[in-house]
């Protein structure tokens, strides 16, 4: 806000003091090329020095808005806050700010979301985990800027963002195969998403699980409970896998939130971890290395999902239109949850 009294500065008086024209001055601001490394340096301090602010609405009237937005399903999640980080830090070096809105549990939400960002007339969206189908995000992706995280699927009119969640899961069902645990559990996600199935990673992930299961010979001891990817339906499924008998004595549960969940109800049950009953996730949050709960997990690098889901977005804003798909390789972290069976 301008304090009162006090003149707003205007793209007139960047130009000025950065003895620059005005056309210079904009080109800086909306990042465009032909500007020398020298006169965006130039430009950016006279900004700095200068407090000035391009007005939104104004830059909306000539086409861009500088702003973009991003859509997560949730804000629960701690994986979700990691995408953010990356993506804000990428975004501290451009004249970008991105808007965060939640997507809900159904499609109906969703689309409300995605219409929200799309009358504020953001000039791209990056959207994680939605559930709308392939069709609807290609219609969005051809009237707006997109890039998609956590699906597998290939189109033409966006970008994707996503981990190697097959490699993943190879990680920790080895891992655990290796510490000698034959009764491995596993606990997947369910949700209102209309995507092919195999391009859901946490169909990925059961589908890799019972894989390797089945290659070592153990598919006679495979257990899958079919809950949620947050601490209810870790716990919930947990509570389902440890009353089977003969009880699994190594759960891997598809997301470090489930697996949160799937510990309280190991301890509620009388089982000590590792010893009775070994647990590990995926995401690898910052919570999973907390000394109280030491939990072994998959990390797939949510910042760099986030950062590379704003550099291929602003691409796409500046023209590029061949569609790019970013894979990370995700690494296991081994940590107290895991350990030999008895």
């Known amino acids: 806000m301008v304090a009162p009294g006090r003149r707003r500065v205007t793209i007139a008086d960047v130009a000025s003091h950065a003895q620059v024209s005005v056309t210079a001055v904009s080109k800086v601001i909306r990042n465009a090329y032909g500007v020398s490394p020298a006169m965006r340096e130039r430009v950016r ?39 953010v980080d990356g993506l804000a830090e990428y975004l501290q070096s451009t004249d970008y700010q991105a808007f965060m809105i939640q997507g809900g549990a159904t499609r109906k939400v969703e689309s409300r979301a995605v219409d929200a960002l799309m009358d504020r007339q953001v000039d791209g969206i990056i959207m994680v985990a939605p559930l709308a189908s392939k069709a609807r995000l290609e219609e969005v992706a051809r009237e707006k800027p997109t890039v998609v995280l956590a699906r597998h699927e290939r189109s033409s009119y966006y970008d994707t963002v996503s981990d190697d969640d097959e490699a993943g899961a190879e990680l920790v069902v080895n891992h655990l195969l290796a510490l000698g645990h034959r009764r491995i559990a596993h606990i997947t996600h369910q949700d209102d998403s209309q995507a092919r199935p195999s391009d859901l990673l946490h169909n990925i992930r059961a589908a890799t699980y019972e894989r390797v299961m089945r290659e070592h010979g153990l598919a006679g001891e495979i257990a899958v409970a079919k809950s949620f990817y947050h601490e209810r339906g870790g716990y ?31 301890h509620e049950a009388g089982l000590a971890v590792p010893a009775d009953v070994s647990v590990a996730g995926y995401d690898n949050t910052h919570l999973a290395a907390l000394p109280c709960i030491d939990l072994t997990s998959v990390d797939q690098d949510g910042a760099v ?31 107290g949850s895991t350990g030999p069976t008895t």
């Open 236 to 266: 919930e499924g947990a509570r389902e896998l440890l009353s089977r008998s003969p009880r699994p004595t190594a759960i891997f549960a598809g997301a470090d939130q489930a697996a949160l969940g799937a510990l309280a109800a190991v």
């Open 45 to 83: 301090a006279a900004i700095e020095e200068l407090g000035y602010r391009p007005q939104a609405a104004a830059r909306g009237m000539r086409g861009r808005t500088f702003t973009i937005g991003l859509m997560l399903p949730h804000i629960r999640n701690p994986f979700f806050a990691d995408i």
């Open 305 to 335: 999902m986030g950062g590379a889901a704003g550099k291929l977005l602003l691409e796409r804003i500046e023209g590029r239109t061949s569609a790019v798909r970013f894979t990370v390789t995700p690494t296991l972290v081994v940590r």
